[in-house]
């Protein structure tokens, strides 16, 4: 029964570098959520909603962690895979590995992990955590 | 009769440079609208509000320009200087200049110009121009 | 003699987007730069290179403007298209048209203009302007 | 021997945030190294450096972990206080805990984790982990 996974590819911007030469750190936590959100696309998924009575309904990160194994440069071609790592009655935990295109072979750039909690947030701004959807159950969980 | 005028003061952060070594042009704009709202906020005024009846209202950027004279480096201490090029019925037109302190003395980088659109938004989305409130006219308004 | 035009097609990501729930202005700017290095890559022509003499050369920018007609929302499916305003000896100048996806018709949501100038860099930092090379220059200019 | 810590206090801009209406979460990692670099620039200890024979010297992160307890808005106060959790023969690691001002008291708003790798790089690019220098050493160690 093995998880889901999905991924992209995207080319290191220019103003995703800093004056060291290499993509800013930072970046590597907004492609987790882009592959992410590009996943949720792919599955009809929205990743943020409001309901008739309006309550809104999102998934906040809860933590998110990356350690760097080797640098990636500006123009360089990289390929995000999202797995699940786990599925709570809330929440859902990614693993995230980056690969570096070099000559044709990927050869891997960093690995990260990052959690969300699917929450309801009413008028005031409140949050609580909500049970997930069955379809993103279905879409996440493991194949049978 | 001469238009108020409003500083701030920031060193460039690492992540805002690229790999050309210098501060990303796109910065410079970021930094316009931090000197816009640290002037809202000095004057007790807001960027974003709701009324009672579930209106927003808000000041969305209508253009911006900016030309740039001399790269800015990690660290480097700048101060930005908003004043008031045109006050119309709905809009707020500003310049900037942008000044690097090189030993002391403060030497122009940069300048540039935004202009924004006091809106009111309803709860489809759409925004209509909406007269400046009289207390924002008073503040940044030519002084008597 | 048209000038030769290059277009690219990207997606509103969410950590572009703002509190008023719309895409930051500032990254309309990261995008006209995405589009001109991606016309480079295109034309497999370097922004940034080192001679063997360690001289470097690039592209930095002059100025850059944008206006903003309407708002874009993450996922917004949106084609930038880039055309040459001007080719000087050392100094190109860049028009931008921001197309939406609205169903299936693209709409003007910006427009902007970005300048940049050839220039090198000896070890010291200092940059002087620099003849556009030929090949650019053949490549950017209006077609025969 | 407490380990010595460092803080830095700094408002949420509205380009920081996104359009849940909270500060985007790769802005945590990028305020833990805001927090390192001016820590460094108290002590008077450069980041980054270059040798008379060439070498480059600095501190690629290694690896950065946060978990979020509360979002942050923008115009929210917070300070991030940073401090040594590790000092080891080429590396450091560093805790930080984000606080945000709620009428005068300090809420704990996030906590994270970051090391760096102090780094020697040749003219090639080329990365050789590098013993911290004796002034580094002192600074961030134990007080006696």
């Not at 590819?9 to 930072?26: K, L, N």
């Not at 998924?45 to 500006?74: K, N, Q, V």
């Not at 693993?95 to 072979?105: C, L, N, Q």
Request: glycine content about 6%; proline content about 6%.
């Amino acid at each position: 029964m093995p998880s889901p996974t999905f991924a992209i590819t995207r080319r290191v911007e220019f103003h995703e570098t800093d004056a060291a030469g290499i993509m800013h750190f930072s970046n590597f936590y907004r492609w987790m959520e882009v592959c992410e959100h590009e996943w949720f696309r792919s599955l009809n998924l929205p990743m943020m909603s409001t309901t008739s009575a309006g309550i809104r309904l999102g998934w906040p990160r809860r933590d998110a962690s990356c350690s760097f194994l080797r640098p990636l440069r500006c123009g360089d071609h990289v390929r995000i895979t999202g797995s699940i790592a786990a599925l709570g009655d809330t929440s859902v935990s990614y693993e995230f590995i980056f690969h570096k295109d070099r000559a044709g072979k990927w050869t891997e750039v960093a690995n990260g992990r990052m959690s969300t909690v699917h929450v309801r947030q009413d008028a005031t701004g409140r949050m609580e955590a909500e049970a997930i959807p069955p379809e993103v159950r279905a879409a996440l969980g493991p194949s049978a």
